[in-house]
C-alpha cells in the first residue's frame, strides 16, 4: 500500500511541503531532453510518471501524465494537459495502452520502485525510459566536500541501476547523460561550474536530498563554501569547473524494450 501525504504526495517526500518553487528551478534543459527524444524513439503515445510540474513532456508523442502531487499538478504550465492522480505502483491504465512510457528524477522518490516499473513496462509496448543517478557515482560530486550529508542521502534514496533492470526486463542500455555548464535543470550536479546558486536556499530546495538533512547541515554547508569561495580555496580545488563545458557525473538515461 503506497502511503500519500495530505497533498497527495506518494513516497518519501511531501511537495505540498517543500515543491512551492520547483518549476521555478528545475525547468527541462533542450540538450538533455534531446537525449530522452532519442531514447523514446517514434513512440506516438508516451506515458509520464512521477510527472511533477510537466518537464521533458516535449520530447515525446501525445503524453498523458501522472503525478500524485496536488502542488505538482498546480505547477504544470498552461498548454500541458491535466496530469492524472495516480501511482506508479497502480497505474490505471490497460495491458499495453501506451507506445512508451518514461520517468524523469522520479523512482528515488517511490514507496516500491520494483512495482513501479513493472506497471510502466505492463503499460508500455515500446521503450520504457528512466532518467535517474547511479548512486555508486553521487559522492564523486565537489558538493561531497561541503555537504556529505546530501550526497549519502542520495545515495540511499536512488535504486541501484541493476535493480532497475532487473525490474524492467527485457533488453536494458544505460547511457551515461552529460550536463551542461549553463543547465536549467537545477539539480545539484547542474551547478558543478556554478557553485554560488546553491547558496540560494530555494535552489536547494528544489532538490529533494536537502529536505532530508537539517538546519545545522545547511548552514555548515553555507559557511563552509562562502568561506572558500571568498578565500579562493574552492577556486583552487575545482575552479576547472567554471569553464568545463559539460561535467559527466551521476546522471543517466536507463531504456528497456521487451
Known sequence: MTTRSHDGSAGDVDYGAIGSGYATYRRPDGRIARQIA???????????????????????GIVTAVEPSASMRAQRPTGLPRAVDAVAEDLPFADGEFDSAMTMFSVHQWSDVTAGLREMRRVAVGPVVVLTCDPA????FWLYAYAPEVLDTEARRYPPLDEITAALGGTV??????IPLDCTDGFNEAYYG???????????????????????????????????LDSGTWDER?????????YEGSLVIVRATP
Open 38 to 60: 532519442q531514447a523514446l524513439g517514434a513512440a506516438r503515445t508516451v506515458l509520464n510518471v512521477g510527472a511533477g510540474a510537466g518537464s521533458y513532456e516535449n520530447v515525446g
Open 137 to 140: 557515482l553521487v559522492r564523486n
Open 194 to 228: 556554478r557553485p554560488e546558486i546553491l547558496l540560494d536556499p530555494a535552489a536547494r530546495q528544489a532538490c529533494s536530498a536537502w529536505s532530508f538533512v537539517g538546519d545545522d547541515t545547511r548552514e555548515h554547508f553555507d559557511r563552509t563554501l562562502r568561506r572558500d
Open 173 to 178: 542500455t544505460v547511457e551515461a547523460v552529460p
Open 238 to 246: 575545482f575552479g576547472h569547473l567554471r569553464t568545463q563545458p559539460t
